[in-house]
């Protein structure tokens, strides 16, 4: 007979004396893992951005929400078909394939109204006073030519076209005198390179709103009347008096549309597309028209 335990006679004496712990130590000991586990898990969903909530309680499906039958689709994009068309002018269009039709949108675009109103508020030491949209989609039109040669008198209106949160939409028809207050008499001085005699010229802008209310939910049209150049030295003018600089702003929703017509454009027509510019803004604005 052996002296020496064996393997099985030992884990038999070891078994005698281990302390096994009652049902509530046990059911302690799970409780302690299962917060430590709790923890360590809120731990990490935190640090990835996932709220712990989902950790500390079950995830309960919610209902679906049902919209409001009475609730319009929010838009985002602007389609062309926002845009004037070409049947909204009394001139013949070039097609799209012509050279120099320009379409183009954009994201996070000033609503700029013209460069020499900006420039104006800037020379003064002013901002610019554009407010940002969100974005936009832009055109030009050119009246129908034979092929050849192009000229900037080819244009038949420039639009932009801007979306915009409502309140900066709003605002901007609210703030549009003081926007262009300091420009009411505004002396622009230039150099003026004729024949390599340079010489210094000024001209006096006088920014003013002409009409309003007329179109869309705000509607603006601004004129920009200009003196002859004039020789600072000789009081001499040079040409005659330039035609005003005319441009429309409308306004439906959170919508802004900006136009400006070729050299040869009236205050009449321009205001005539402003009309027909906004009802074309029902197809991207919000509310919807």
Not at 51 to 56: D, F, K, L, N, Y
Not at 74 to 89: F, G, N, V, W
Not at 163 to 174: D, G, H, I, V, W
Not at 247 to 263: K, N, P
Request: aromatic share 4%.
């Amino acid at each position: 007979m052996r002296d020496d335990p064996t393997f099985v006679e030992h884990i038999q004496r070891e078994l005698r004396d281990v302390h096994w712990p009652g049902p509530e130590e046990i059911r302690a000991r799970a409780r302690r893992r299962s917060q430590r586990r709790i923890v360590v898990a809120t731990v990490v969903l935190a640090l990835a951005g996932v709220s712990a909530a989902a950790v500390a309680a079950p995830r309960q499906s919610s209902p679906p929400v049902q919209p409001a039958a009475s609730a319009s689709p929010t838009r985002h994009e602007i389609s062309t078909d926002a845009l004037l068309q070409p049947a909204d002018l009394t001139q013949p269009v070039a097609p799209p394939s012509y050279p120099w039709q320009l379409s183009q949108s954009g994201l996070g675009e000033p609503v700029r109204l013209d460069h020499l109103l900006a420039y104006c508020r800037t020379s003064q030491g002013l901002s610019e006073g554009w407010p940002m949209s969100i974005l936009s989609r832009s055109q030009t039109l050119l009246r129908q030519h034979p092929p050849g040669p192009r000229t900037e008198g080819d244009g038949l209106v420039e639009q932009d076209l801007y979306r915009l949160t409502p309140e900066a939409a709003t605002q901007l028809f609210t703030g549009l005198d003081d926007m262009i207050a300091p420009c009411a008499e505004w002396r622009s001085v230039e150099p003026l390179d004729t024949a390599g005699v340079i010489s210094t010229i000024e001209t006096v802008h006088r920014w003013a709103v002409t009409q309003r209310g007329f179109a869309g939910d705000d509607a603006a049209i601004l004129r920009d009347s200009r003196t002859a150049a004039r020789d600072v030295k000789t009081g001499q003018t040079d040409g005659d008096v330039p035609p005003p600089t005319l441009l429309a702003v409308v306004r439906v929703g959170d919508t802004v549309s900006v136009l400006r017509l070729g050299y040869d454009g009236t205050e009449a027509e321009l205001r005539r597309l402003a009309v027909a510019a906004a009802a074309r803004m029902c197809a991207a604005a919000n509310p919807a028209c």
